[in-house]
C-alpha cells in the first residue's frame, strides 16, 4: 500500500494534497456562509491559557533492546486458554504451526512472533538454532507451572461457584472459561485471535454478485482446505456477512454435508463445525453462502458515488484488503501466511465491466441483463492481495515483454492516462531486469478509483489508486505532481515483488513489504527518471521519520502485532522510511552489486512463499559469504527503536567518535538507561583532502566508541555522506569548522550533506546539545545557496519554530523571524518567475520559494498572486495558470470571500484532479473558520467533497491560527465517526491526531490531549500516535522553555 505520498510530517506547510473528488461542471453546491455553527468548544478553547500546574507525566520504563521482557498481549481467554489447560497445550499448538509450515513448504510465523524473533537474536548459536533449556528444567518447569496454575484456577473459580448450575467440582468449568461464547450462546472452540493451523487452504472457488442499485451482494465461496491435525473445525474469518448456510464435502465422498457454524464477532473468526472427525492429510470442501452490503468505509468490498460526464449519480464498486478486510467480503483464512489459489467469478449488470487480479476467462449470459465474468485461476497469494472492481470504465494499453499492462480510470478521466502507462511500461521493465524474475501474470492493470484512502494498493496484477496519485493532466499537473505519481507506481510496482511474490510472513515484518517498496520506488526513480531529483525528497522523508523515531513513543520497526488496530498502525513512517532508509545505508555498505545479488537471492528462495527478517539478511550474508555478517549488523536496527547520535572530535589527525541513543524528552538522569542501546553503524565520511563520492571512506562502528586514525591532517571532516546513514552527527567543536567551510565555499559539499549538516544542527539545538544561536549562523550561507534540498530543509525547520511563536502568542518574534528569512532568501524569491519554465527541480524550487513566501506575505509574493487569481477570475477560469505556482495563486486568491466562493464553484466543475488537490488545499487555507468548519463537515459527509480529502483539510487547517484549535474540536467531535469511516489506527487516523495536536505547546493542551484520548476506548488510548502526539506536545513545550529567551536574543 502506498501512503498518500510525502506527507509524514504534520509539522509542515509545504505538503501537497494529493487526491480530489470529482464534480462534473455546472453541479456546484454554495458554501451557505452564516448557518456554520461554531462549535462551543472552540471558544472555550481559544482563551485556553497555560495552567502553571507541573504535569508528572510517567514515562514508559525504557526497555532494554537486547533483553526483552515485553510480554505480547494475548486476549482474556486465551490467556484462560493456558492457564486451564496447562503448558502442553500450548506446545502442541507449537507444533502444529510447525507442521504446518512443512507441509506448505515454507517457515511457519511463530505466534509469539517479535517476542521469540527478540530473543533469537541473541540466543543463537551459531548455526542459527536457538538454544533450549534442559529437559529437567522443562519437566521442573512444568511441574511448578501446573501446581501454579491449579492454585490459581482454585482461588479464581471459588467465588464464582455460586452462579455455575453444575457447582463447583465438575471439570468442565474450566472449558466454559477457556472458550469464549459464540453469538449464538454456544461455546466457541477458539480463543486466539490468531487462526489455529491444523486446517490450511489450498484453493477457493468465490462467486459474487453485487448490486449496485440496491448496493448489496450476495456470494458463495468453496474452500478446499487441507488437515495438518485431526480437529472437528474448521475456524476461518468473516467479518459483517450474513451466512446463510455451511456445508462440507470430503475429498473422496460427493455428498455435502451440512455443518453447524458458530461466530465470534470479536475477533473476526466462524468455526464451521463438522459432523464427522476431519483426517490428518485429507482434503475437504468448505462451502459457504452468505449476503452482506458494500460497505460504506475504505475497507472490504465497497462502494463509491461519483458523478457521470452528464452529472448522474453512478456507483463504482472496488476492494481494498489490505490489512485485515477480505474477511469482510468473503469468509477466508485472512492470515498473510495462508496462501491459496483463487478463482473468481463476478456477476454483473451487462453494462458494467469487472476486473481482477487474473485475466478474464469467459463471459456467460446469467439472466435477463446479467453477466457472469470468470477470471483464470490465481497463482499461490495471500487474501489481503485479492482484488476486484465493478464499475463503468475505459482504459489504454500496451504490450510489453509478454504482459499486457492497461491503466483504467472512468470514462471522462481517459485522456489523463498517458502518463502512467509510459511510466508502469518503463517501470516494469527496469524491475524484471533489476530483480532478474520475470513479472509473472499476463496482464497488470492500474485503476484510478474515484475515491480512495491512501495513495494506492498493491493488489497483485489490479493496482489501485486514489485518481491524483495515476492520472496527469499536462496543463495543471505540477512538477511536483509528476514525481508523486511516478513515485506511487514505481512503489505499487515494486511490491509485485516485494509483498506479492514475497510476502512477510505476519504484520509484525510489515516493514519487508512497505520498507523495501519504498527503498525500490526511489532507487528505480533514480536509476530511470534521474531529472525528477527523487532522492532529495526521499532525504527530507527520512528527516521526517526520524523526528517520530527520536519520541519515546517510537517502536521497533519489526514489533509484536497482534490486534487489528496493531496491524493497521504497522502502516506508518517507520514501516516505510524508516525501512527504506535501512536499506538504502545496507546498500551504499555493501556496495550496489553485492545489494542487487542478495535480493536476487532472497527472492528467488521464497518466491510465492513468506519470509521473515532473517531470511532476508541470511540472502545477504549468502553473498557476503563471511566477510560480513550482515545479519548481525541489521539486528541491532530493525529490534531497537530510535537511532544513534554520534559525537566526533578531532585532534590532528585522529578522531575519536562514540554513540548514543538520540532521544527527545529525557531527564538527564534516565540517560543511564538508554545505554544498553548500541547500533553497529557503518559510519561514512568525507575530508577536506578529498571529498568526492569516489573517495568516501566507510568505517563500521560497533562499539560504544573507537578512534579513527587519517593519513594526515585535514581541514575539515563531513561524516554520514550525503545523509546514506540513518543517525545524527554531532560534531562538537567542529561545528564552527563546518559553518565556515559553508561560508566560504559551500560547493565544497554536495546539497544532501548541506541539508544533512542543516538538519542535524537544528535537531541538536533541540535536543539542547547545541545552541540556536549556531544553527542560525550555520544558515546564514543560504544566500548563496540555489539548491532544492537545503533550502527546503531549512525552511522545513525555520517553520517549525515560526508555528510554534505564532501559537504561543510570540507574534512580534515571529515576524522578526521572518524577516531574517527574508534577509536570507529575499533576493532568491524575487528572482522566480511566475511560469513553469526550466527544469524540473528549478520548477520545484520555484515552488518552494514561492508558496513560503505567499504563505508568509513577503516579498510581495501575495500581491502577484492575486493579480494572477483576478485575471483568472475574469477569464472564468478559462486562462491557463502555470502549474508549478498554481497552489500559491489560488490560496492567495482563497483569502478574499468572493475568491473562495469563486474556487469551489470551479472546484466543483474541474475535470483535472491536479487542479482539484491545489484548490482544496487553497480553500483550507482560508481564514474564515466558519469556512473551515463547512470544509471539515462536508468532506466528513462525503457529498460534496470527498471523505479521502478530509486528512489533508484537517491537516491544513490544523497548521493555520485561526484553524488548529478548530481542526482539534472538530477531531474530538467526530471522533466515533472518523474511527468507524477511517479504521482505529489507520495511516489516515494516525496522521488526523497527529495533524490536530502538533501546534500544541502549553500544558494545558497537554492535559486536554491525554484526557479525551484517555476517556476513549483502550485501544484508542493506547496507538502508538496517541502517545507519539502526547510526547511531541511535551517536546514543543520543552523546547520552547529552553530556546525562547534565545530567541528573543537573536532575532
Ligand atoms: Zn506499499
Redesign the pocket.
Known sequence: ??APPHHFSPLTRSFSLDGGGQTPRGNMQPFPGDQIQLPRNMIENSMFEEEPDVVDLAKEPCLHPLEPDEVEYEPRSSRLLVRGLGEHEMDDDEEDYESSAKLLGMSFMNRSSSLRNNMSVYRQSSNGSCSLPSARTMVVCTVTLVIAAALIMVIYLLPKCTFTKEGCHKKNHTIELIYPLATNGKIFPWAKVRLPSDVVPLHYDLVLQPNLTTLKFSGSVKIVVNIIHVTWKIVLHSSGLNITKATITSAGGHQEKPAEFLEYPLHDQIAVMAPEALLVGQNYTVNIAYSSNLSDTYYGFYKISYKDENSKQRWFAATQFEPVAARSAFPCFDEPAFKATFLIKIKRDEKLSTLSNMPKKATTPVTNGIVQDEFFVSLKMSTYLLAFVVADLKNISRETNGSLVSVYAIPQHLNQVEYALNTSVKLLAFYQNYFLINYPLEKLDLVAIPDFQSGAM?NWGLITFRESALLFDSHTSSARDKKSITAVIA?ELA?QWFGNLVTMEWWNDLWL??GF?TFMEYFAMEEIFPELHSDEDFLNLIFKAMMKDSLNSSHPVSSAVQSSEQIEEMFDALSYIKGASLLSMLKHYLTKDVFQAGIEVYLHNHKYGCAQSDDLWDSMNEITNGTLDVKKLMKTWIVQKGFPLVTVVRKGKIISVKQEKYLYLVEPENWTSDASYLWHIPLTYITSSCNFTHCTNAYLLDQKSAIIELPEEVEWIKFNVDMNGYYIVHYGEDWKTLIDLLKKNHTALSPKDRANLINNIFNLAGLGKESLEKAFDLIDYLNKESSTAPLTQALFQLSLIYNLLEKKGEQQLAARLMHRVERLLGDKIDQQSWTDDGALSQRELRSTLLAFACTHDIRNCRTTATEMFEKWVNSNGTMSLPSDVMKAIFTAGAKSNDGWDFLLKMYFSSVSEAEKSKMIEALASTEDVRKLLWLMQNSLEGEVIRTQELSHIIATVSQSLPGYLLAWDFVKENWEKLTRKFHLGSYTIQNIISWSTSQFATKAHLIEVKSFFESKSEQSSQLHSVKEAIDTIQLNIQWMERNLAMLQELL
Do not use: G, K, V
Open positions: 500500500m502506498a498493491e512503489h511490491h513489504n512497505e517498496a
